[in-house]
């Protein structure tokens, strides 16, 4: 099938390098085609089954094994009796290595939360591995303490403040500006624990050969999850491989190594064997992270003339007492508009809940819903309309270190969103605007997400067929990461798309960074350029030489468009240069390495996939995606069901590679949102400081029914400064702010002001 497209800058509106192209991975997902790490066949494959503990804290004093080891095929009970003591401790995420939390297996029988993995069965299937882990009989010592499951709980510890790891933001006097403010919203808005819950689970298949370890796992972070097992196991990283061709969602899960992995290659050692250890839904609860519960003390100040002048935001979140996970949504917030003053803090409580994570856009969710839902309460205050006091509180200058931003079309995005959406205001009063008995609300708040970018690898290789196979060691998760392989190569190379071919998802091939903090994209198009042009430069090296078709021409002009070489006004079809190099085959390296970035940050990808990371500013500027959301709600004044009938999300992202895949991330992240709002809480059991609804059965996510029109305007942008292409990332674009428009649009919709999520019906009443 050939399709062609317009993407000229005058059909598209937009800025683009490649045409709305489906996914390259979609036919072979949709037609059950794809390997996911859980189903690649490996031969002689031993089960296992993770065993909980019943609490949160004390110690596991006893285990008694002996039913489980009875159970037929019961091979191994892997506890800490019998596990090694000689395992390095990996560095944590927070700490600059790639595992999330401290906690990485069997070495200790403390128990540090609720359901924490102390036995693993291993059996020759599965139904024999999980009946033996029933059986498996724990003795606990009771601790001198009760737990502590959350951060709101009375028994909860103080805030530790942790301005030695995330500094504060301060910049002018900001207890002035709030005290000549017009008008002043003090608050506090508050987040709930909440869990990732991408479609597929965890699983690790673990194979050693050889004295080397091959590792099968769902993975944000190939590169990353190799070098967590190198240093675990005292291994060189080469004898390392971990595979997965695609990874089923992650939304930051699946972003760090957790022990599962550790566990399943420890037990297939100790086995002989392969082993594969498949969690449940149930067990992803604990062992992985979440997003930390959070709160948020807001002063926020406006001028006589609607302006935002000043922001006072203490951040507190949940963090485990083994670890502490600081996520900076201060940062963001201080820089958002164009404060006169801010100050912004972050504090830490340590809860007996297990270490906490990256979840869809960390930092920017809580933070943003508080800081957003605050803005509303000024405009209520001072009886403004919300686009308006944003538009006039923008600001081209991040106002913290007088920085310009690379771009910013904050101003655009709400200018766009509003117009599509038909945003005429908020109701005079609220509570007045119906529509077929219901109560209707409209509710805004713009969206931001920092741009990341790390050093990136990429292989490329043109055959002379004018086939081209691109590779590297990163990995889809669900974004369209094959497509920025394929689309970018394509693109450079002046060869049809469907010459070209793409490998990820293999430790083996180019090391790569994390795929989180929304980065993949404008960290390997950089790579995959570079790459390409130094395949064009070989072929003009050739193509220029005494008895080449372009002989005597200047290589350093070349040229490459529609499958032919051009210098000057002379051209020869790409295929008859490829002949001539021997064996008819070009391979080439190509990097990138962000501007500010150390040079050394790719020799740090090799060694322990470890990548300087470039995020919110740099010595010269500030960088960030932005964005408006726009919902409706609607409010039965009966039963109080609030439904989000129509939202409408405008976004500026620079150059866009895939209006398609674009549009439809950005759709997800918007989604996202409505979960954040109005479903996704995870409930702690205050006694026992245990997840109490770790199943998808009482855990609520939106499903088609609760966003039946969703609308994404993609607003053209152009960054000269972000990197070669100027491509900024939407990942988690879409989500920021989203909670705050719905929570803003119950408010119009019904007069109750809700700053803690979720928002269900009973808090309206
Ligand atoms: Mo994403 S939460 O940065 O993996």
């Keep these: 099938m050939t399709r062609t497209y317009d993407i000229s800058e005058a059909a598209t509106g937009l800025p683009m390098i490649g045409a709305p ?68 401790a990996v560095p944590t995420f927070a700490t600059g290595g790639t595992t999330q939390a401290s906690w990485q297996g069997f070495e200790s029988p403390e128990l540090h939360f609720a359901q924490q993995p102390v036995a693993l069965v291993v059996a020759d299937t599965i139904q024999n591995a999980r009946e033996g882990a029933k059986l498996v009989s724990l003795t606990v010592a009771d601790p001198a303490e009760a737990p502590v499951a959350s951060i709101f709980a009375e028994a909860a510890p103080e805030a530790r403040d942790i301005s030695d790891v995330i500094p504060n933001v301060v910049a002018g006097d900001v207890d002035a500006a709030l005290s000549s403010a017009a008008h002043v919203v003090e608050a506090r808005y508050t987040t709930p624990f909440q869990h990732h819950n991408p479609i597929e689970l965890y699983a690790t298949t673990a194979e050693w050969r050889d004295g080397g370890l091959i590792v099968q796992c769902p993975s944000q972070w190939m590169t990353g999850t190799r070098a967590a097992l190198a240093t675990k196991f005292g291994l060189a990283v080469e004898r390392v491989r971990v595979i997965a061709a695609v990874t089923g969602g992650g939304f930051g899960s699946k972003a760090t190594v957790m022990a599962h992995t550790f566990l399943a290659a420890q037990a297939a050692r100790m086995v002989g064997r392969p082993v594969k250890l498949y969690l449940s839904r149930h067990d992803m609860w604990t062992a992985g992270s979440h997003r930390p519960e959070s709160s948020h003390d807001l002063r926020v100040g406006m001028d006589a003339e609607g302006r935002l002048t000043a922001l006072d935001h203490a951040q507190v979140q949940q963090t485990s ?45 809580p933070a943003f819903f508080a800081l957003e839902s605050a803005i509303d309460e000024l405009c209520v205050a001072s ?97 369209g990461t094959y497509n920025v392989l394929t689309q970018m190569a394509a693109a450079t190379l002046g060869v049809p798309l469907a010459n070209v071919t793409a490998e990820l998802g293999d430790s083996d091939l180019a090391p790569n960074g994390v795929a ?24 003009a090296q050739v193509a220029t030489k005494e008895d080449g078709p372009l002989a005597g021409a200047d290589p350093a002009s070349a040229t490459v468009a529609d499958g032919k070489m051009s210098i000057g006004d002379r051209s020869v079809p790409l295929q008859e240069v490829v002949a001539l190099v021997p064996f008819g085959v070009v391979k080439m390296r190509g990097s990138w390495i962000p501007a500010s970035a150390d040079p050394k940050s790719i020799m740090d990808l090799y060694r322990r996939g470890a990548t300087s990371l470039i995020g919110f500013t740099t010595d010269t500027h500030a960088r960030s995606s932005f964005g408006a959301n726009f919902v409706e709600v609607s409010v039965d004044p009966v039963t109080f069901e609030i439904r989000v009938p129509r939202m409408v999300g405008a976004f500026a992202a620079g150059r866009i590679l895939n209006e398609m895949t674009t549009r439809s991330q950005l759709m997800g992240g918007m989604i996202w949102g409505v979960g954040s709002a109005l479903h996704e809480q995870t409930e702690v059991d205050p006694r026992a400081a245990r997840f109490v609804n770790a199943d998808l059965g009482e855990y609520f996510v939106p499903v088609n029914a609760d966003v039946p029109e969703v609308a994404v305007e993609i607003v053209p942008e152009e960054d000269p400064h972000i990197n070669p292409l100027g491509m900024k990332g939407v990942g988690e674009l879409g989500i920021t702010g989203m909670a705050a428009a719905i929570a803003n649009a119950v408010y119009d919709a019904t007069g109750v002001r809700l700053r803690d999520l979720p928002i269900r019906m009973e808090h309206v009443l």
């Design 21 to 88: 192209e489906p996914r390259y991975d979609g036919r072979m997902k949709v037609t059950g085609q794809a390997v996911y790490a859980a189903d690649a066949p490996v031969s002689g494959t031993l089960h296992a089954a993770l065993v909980l503990a019943p609490q949160a804290r004390g110690t596991v004093s006893a285990i008694d094994a002996a039913a489980a080891e009875a159970v037929p095929g019961v091979r191994l009970v892997l506890s800490h009796l019998n596990y090694p003591s000689d395992l390095e």
């Design 321 to 365: 007492r083994m670890d502490d996970v600081p996520l900076p949504g201060t940062e963001m917030t201080t820089r958002m508009y164009g404060w006169n003053a801010v100050r912004g803090t972050n504090a830490l409580v340590s809860t007996d809940t297990n270490t906490p994570g990256f979840m869809r856009s960390p930092a920017e969710v």
């Design 383 to 479: 009886g403004r309309d919300p686009v308006e006091v944003r538009l006039a509180s923008d600001s081209m200058t991040e106002p913290v270190e007088g920085l310009p931003w690379t771009s910013r079309s904050l101003a655009e995005c709400l200018r766009r969103g509003a117009e599509v959406f038909g945003w005429e205001g908020r109701s005079e009063r609220p509570g007045t605007r119906t529509r077929d008995g219901l109560l209707i609300g409209h509710g805004v708040a713009s969206a931001m997400y920092p741009i990341y970018a790390s050093a990136a690898v990429v292989d490329v290789r043109l055959g002379s067929d004018l086939s081209v196979r691109v590779s590297a060691g990163a990995q889809d998760i669900g974004g």
């Design 516 to 539: 989180g903090g929304s980065r993949q994209t404008a960290s390997l198009t950089g790579a995959v350029k570079d790459a390409c042009e130094k395949v064009i430069a070989e072929l």
